[in-house]
């Protein structure tokens, strides 16, 4: 499994895309802690890049990687190597380039930038948003064998997340305006991975005196030292989940 | 001539005459070694118009009334202890003047509401350089006129509300001055209710708390040049006609229910030169009527102005809007204040005849501002990139946000406040 890991990971090398990713980051996150005056005005601006970008880049660029790879995979299938190492070696790799391109581009200048404990969030938000979008990815593209289709629904899904998602609980908020439905909007942020991190990251920051009412319910669910906990897992559920479907359809399916 | 000469010579005469009583006014000292080892005792010794001076050294001699008008200076701050029993220094009189000491520990009991110092029903008192430690209320005015509280650090350090007192506290009194006290760690730092013609100016109120101010039906007061950092819920006025805040800076009030300033029925007020600093809500208007506000500087707010439905004839111009969250907001359609040639930092117009002021009227209030107001738990999609587009698209064409709250003269660059 090291082995293919190491092909894998000379091979998204070689591609360079993932290095000009990380170059792009790195231009966003100097430029834009270099622009605004304070670095909480920055973070902010950091913030939306991770939220947008990291998902898209890790979701398109993975989906596309994969179907490209289907020659080496249906090789490698051949010799006699567990069909579940192949895969997992092919995710390990993927994840680990986004994760090193997402923390070489925007993390360092986090952690020059802010203080400790937001950049080591934002990191691990950011490294956890990369990883889940990989695994979203591998689940789009072994679901069908058409790259167009396959690809599409990767942007589908994007699009879901990104946008769609928050439009969708804004919509509730107007809809359920007369009810206390602070604890429902609490449970369903979890279902949606990049609201998630977004909530995490803000209750970091002083804004979170701005949320008001339900910014508290949500320190209290997800704020303390155990809905930290309990929120990383939500999210660490986000990446084995998808992954483990895609697994499990890899295993059986007829290449 | 020289019967104007007599007639003075007279006139002297009889001035003497009935003056002689403070002619002869004494310094009486107190302390060890001193003609009296007890304040208390020297001050049954004396008479109107002495001074007592009190060496330093420790005292504990419960409540001190003090019923004459007598100069009271400490030297080298001698320490008057309450020992968490006593009212300390309880005023009786008028034109007494308590100078120099250090007054700590006093009785906390919310039945009598004991004070390191107390006044009571007196006029033309001065309480000067005075520091005052761990009391229940620091300094306590009731039926006071023409009192001077100056340049006393008031402290405590209470983890309560209920269990503290105010640091400076004032109640149906007239013509005051509080001038440069430092007040830390009080449920209010300044409180006011029924004082009227006063000034309060180069005051420092920090991590009270509650309010840093706070005042109710107080009119016709001036608030000049002070200073209020991190208390609990900022400052609150309430009720109160003719306040004029001028150069007040107010910093760092972080929490749900904390403001910068929450103004609640107040009118006619004048506000100028105030810098709002890093406050969740940097001013909170509640049905507040003809209040000028002109060259404040509101800078890196949650809310720079909360401007409710219920307020109305207010002007609010030449002001810096510069880093908030959202500038201003409002809870209802109408619009009865208005705007003025502020500069409003997320301005995009554009200025073509160059005379400093945009040529496109602006509209500061956002679509987001708007829905989080009808909506609290909206804030949670904060920062998110759907708000971001819907805010776009509704300062292109405004449709939900009223249509007249409008700065028709928005300025193209800062006042530099």
């Not at chain 1, 179907?67 to 993927?94: C, D, M, Q």
């Not at chain 2, 504990?60 to 008057?80: F, H, M, T, W």
């Not at chain 2, 200073?227 to 009720?239: C, D, R």
């Amino acid at each position: 499994m090291i082995r293919i890991l190491k092909y894998v990971a000379l091979d998204i090398l070689k591609n360079k895309i993932i290095i000009a990713y990380a170059i792009m980051l790195a231009l966003f996150s100097w430029s834009s802690f270099g622009l605004e005056d304070n670095a909480s005005k920055g973070l902010l601006t950091v913030l939306n890049i991770v939220l947008l970008t990291v998902p898209l880049m890790s979701i398109l660029f993975a989906t596309i990687y994969i179907y490209n790879s289907g020659e080496f995979i249906e090789l490698l299938v051949s010799h006699p190597v567990k069909r579940s190492k192949i895969w997992k070696a092919l995710f390990t790799g993927l994840s680990v380039s986004m994760i090193a391109a997402y923390v070489i581009g925007a993390g360092i200048p986090l952690l020059i930038f802010t203080n400790w404990d937001i950049a080591l969030m934002m990191i691990a938000v950011g490294s956890l948003l990369s990883v889940i979008f990989v695994a979203l990815a591998f689940l789009s593209s072994i679901i069908t064998r058409d790259k167009a289709k396959g690809i599409g629904t990767s942007i589908m899904l994007w699009l879901y997340f990104a946008l769609l998602f928050d439009g969708l609980v804004l919509f509730l908020f107007f809809q359920f305006a007369d009810y206390p439905i602070e604890k429902v909007i609490v449970f369903l942020s979890a279902l949606s991975p990049i609201d998630l991190s977004r909530i995490l990251i803000l209750l970091r920051l002083d804004v979170s005196a701005m949320l008001g009412y339900t910014g508290a319910v949500f320190k209290n669910s997800f704020g303390s030292d155990w809905g930290l906990v309990v929120s990383f897992l939500l999210l660490s559920l986000w990446i084995l989940l998808p992954f483990y479907i895609s697994l499990r359809k890899f295993r059986k399916k007829d290449l | 001539m020289k019967c104007s000469i007599i007639k003075y010579c007279f006139l002297l005469f009889i001035t003497c005459l009935f003056t002689n009583e403070y002619g002869y006014a004494t310094t009486i000292y107190v302390g060890k070694n001193k003609a009296y080892a007890q304040i208390k005792k020297a001050l049954a010794a004396s008479k109107n118009g002495d001074t007592i001076m009190v060496t330093s050294g420790l005292y504990k001699e419960g409540n001190i009334i003090i019923d004459k008008s007598v100069v009271l200076l400490g030297e080298n701050y001698p320490i008057l202890d309450g020992e968490l029993k006593h009212e300390i220094l309880s005023i009786k009189s008028s034109n007494v003047s308590i100078n120099g000491f250090r007054i700590q520990n006093s009785g906390r009991t919310t039945m009598s509401d004991p004070g390191g110092i107390k006044i009571y029903d007196a006029k033309n008192v001065t309480i000067e350089k005075n520091i005052l430690i761990n009391n229940y209320f620091g300094i306590y005015l009731q039926y006071a006129v023409n009192c001077v509280i100056k340049n006393n650090v008031i402290s405590a350090s209470q983890k309560e509300e209920n269990r503290s007192g105010n640091g400076v506290h004032c109640w149906k009194s007239d013509s005051l001055q509080v001038i440069g006290n430092k007040i830390e760690g009080h449920r209010d730092g300044i409180y006011f209710e029924f004082v009227t013609h006063s000034v309060i100016w180069r005051n420092i109120a920090k991590y009270n708390l509650r309010y840093g101010l706070h005042f109710m039906f107080s009119h016709n007061n001036a608030y000049i040049t002070n200073y209020f950092k991190n208390n609990g819920a900022g400052v609150a006025v309430m009720f109160t006609k003719k306040v004029t805040m001028m150069n007040n800076t107010f910093e760092e009030n972080w929490g749900d229910a904390a403001y910068g300033v929450l103004f609640k029925e107040l009118s006619d007020c004048y506000l100028s030169g105030n810098r709002f600093i890093r406050n969740t809500t940097g001013i909170f208007l509640d049905g507040s009527n003809r209040i000028k506000a002109e060259r404040n500087l509101f800078l890196n707010n949650g809310w720079g102005m909360r401007l409710q439905a219920n307020c109305m004839d207010n002007l609010i111009a030449h002001n810096d809007f510069i880093g908030n969250t959202f500038d201003v907001t409002t809870n209802g359609s109408l619009t009865l204040n208005e705007f003025y040639q502020n500069y409003w930092d997320k301005y995009e117009g554009y200025d073509l005849d160059k005379d400093k002021v945009g040529d496109v009227p602006y509209h500061p209030l956002s679509l987001y501002a708007v829905i989080v107001e009808k909506n609290p738990p909206a804030m949670l999609l904060y920062r998110s990139f759907m708000i971001s587009l819907l805010d776009k698209s509704e300062k292109i064409l405004p449709s939900l946000t009223p249509e007249n709250f409008i700065d028709n003269k928005p300025r193209m660059s800062p006042y530099n406040l």
